[in-house]
């Protein structure tokens, strides 16, 4: 069981790592996991518009405020694989 | 300039087509984001913005029976509605959401600022809600067409409501992911954009400041915040408003468009050139919205006194030929109409 969380976890950071390395036009190599959305550039819509996507490839819908709770890659991969587990997307 | 069909697409190259294959499969994307709390939020902020302008504006009018607006009140209003409404047509519109022409890094910043302080709503979101309305226009998902919403037919009056302001209370939030990415990866206009509260704020202390040093009183500050402040967001607002409401409603359409946009020369003048909206819907991607000599387009002016300076370059505009043939195409669509 804490296996597939642990692989879970894995995939959302996988996509979000993809998602704002598209979005930023940076390598995904360059995306840092731990460092908060603002940082990056991103402001309260994008970060909304972000997490609505998110929850559109987890066919889910996402609290609006998970962003503002879970401030980075990290923080929303981990909340969000534990709480999905297998349900997320390969 | 490459447009001469209607069918072009007014920012392909910065917009993420909705389908599929033209990005990553795995990032497809709503046009809008449909949560509830999300919409509580912004309808708030919005009532905000178009309700307070509004109420202070008939404060500083009753007021004035008593302490009347300075000269300098009256000019730095006039000053700071030029100067805003250009941050908004010249640089959210035709700079940023448009693209129509390139420009030195401090005079984007500048026209970055100057239309934040106009408080439409940040540059990220305007922009993408404009480019929203561009590749939907009156149809669904246009967010603020006089004729339809929410796939719903709407009345004359509920039209012009909607499109003038009612739209900013109902209507869903654009995906600025999707519509805007170029500018959330601009490092220099995402900064701005952030600290758009701040830019608001700068727009009302300004000339309060300015009306309390000319008059050296508290009094002048008052009048100073309510007239250059509050009395000229309200003005600069719905003037602005009307190229969503009327320039869709009233007006010539020399231009056959998908949409029902029109040509109003009388507001052409208050909203430097916005008027001139059947126009700016035949060739988007124009920096210029007067076509002609006679349709004065004080935006587009601005643009062209830029470039005679070096700040603009790449301005682009459709060539004679091109309005000949696209008016040549549209002789059912011309003189005067409403609705």
Redesign the interface.
């Known amino acids: 069981m804490q296996h597939e969380i642990i692989e879970s976890v894995t995939r959302v950071q996988a ?1 979000m790592v ?2 704002l390395g ?4 940076i390598p995904h190599e360059n995306v840092d996991v731990t460092l908060a959305f ?1 940082q990056y ?3 309260s ?2 970060t ?3 997490t ?2 998110l929850g ?2 987890l066919e889910t ?1 996402l ?3 998970l962003m503002v709770d879970h401030n980075s890659i990290q923080a929303v991969s981990s909340y969000v694989g534990e709480a999905f587990g297998t349900a997320v997307p390969a | 300039m490459d447009q001469n069909s209607d069918t072009e697409p007014v920012v392909a190259d910065v917009v993420d087509d909705a389908v599929p294959n033209a ?2 499969a ?5 046009i809008i ?3 509830p ?2 919409q509580r939020a912004q309808k708030r902020i919005a009532t905000l913005i178009i309700v307070v302008p509004a109420i202070a504006t008939l404060m500083a009018f009753v007021l004035a029976f008593w302490i009347p607006p300075s000269v300098t009140d009256l000019v730095v209003l006039a000053i700071m509605y030029v100067a805003t409404t250009l941050g908004v047509t010249a640089g959210f519109h035709r700079l940023f959401a448009h693209r129509s022409y390139k420009a030195v890094a401090p005079l984007r910043a500048a026209l970055a600022i100057l239309g934040c302080m106009s408080a439409q709503g ?1 540059l ?2 305007w922009v ?1 809600t404009h480019r929203r309305h561009h590749q939907f226009s009156e149809g669904e998902g246009d967010p603020h067409s006089p004729y339809t919403n929410d796939g719903k037919t709407l009345s004359k009056l509920q039209g012009l409501w909607h499109s003038h302001l009612g739209w900013m209370l109902d209507s869903q ?1 654009t ?4 519509f805007a ?1 170029d500018l ?2 601009d ?1 220099l206009i ?2 701005i ?2 600290l ?1 509260g701040l830019w608001v704020l700068l727009g009302l202390v300004i000339p309060a400041v300015i009306g309390g040093l000319a008059a050296g009183a508290w009094s002048g500050a008052l009048t100073g915040l309510l007239w250059g402040g509050f009395v000229r967001m309200f003005l600069a607002h719905h003037a602005m408003w009307t190229s969503g409401s009327t320039a869709h409603i009233i007006g010539t359409r020399p231009f056959a468009t998908k949409d029902k946009s029109t040509n109003n020369g009388l507001l052409a003048i208050p909203n430097l050139g916005e008027a001139w909206h059947n126009n700016h819907h035949a060739f988007p991607s124009s920096a210029l919205f007067g076509l002609h000599w006679w349709q004065i387009d004080i935006g587009g002016l601005f643009i062209r006194g830029c470039e005679k300076v070096g700040l603009v370059t790449d301005i682009r505009k459709p060539s004679r030929e091109m309005i000949a043939d696209k008016m040549a195409r549209s002789d059912s669509h011309t003189g005067f109409g409403v609705w």
């Open positions: 996509w993809s998602y598209n979005l930023l036009d603002d550039g991103l402001d819509a994008a909304v518009a972000f609505s996507d559109h490839w819908k609290d609006s405020r | 990005t990553d795995r990032f497809k994307r709503n984001i449909d949560n709390t999300i940040t990220v979101y993408a939030m995906n600025t992911v999707m990415k959330i990866r490092p995402a900064r954009n952030n758009y």
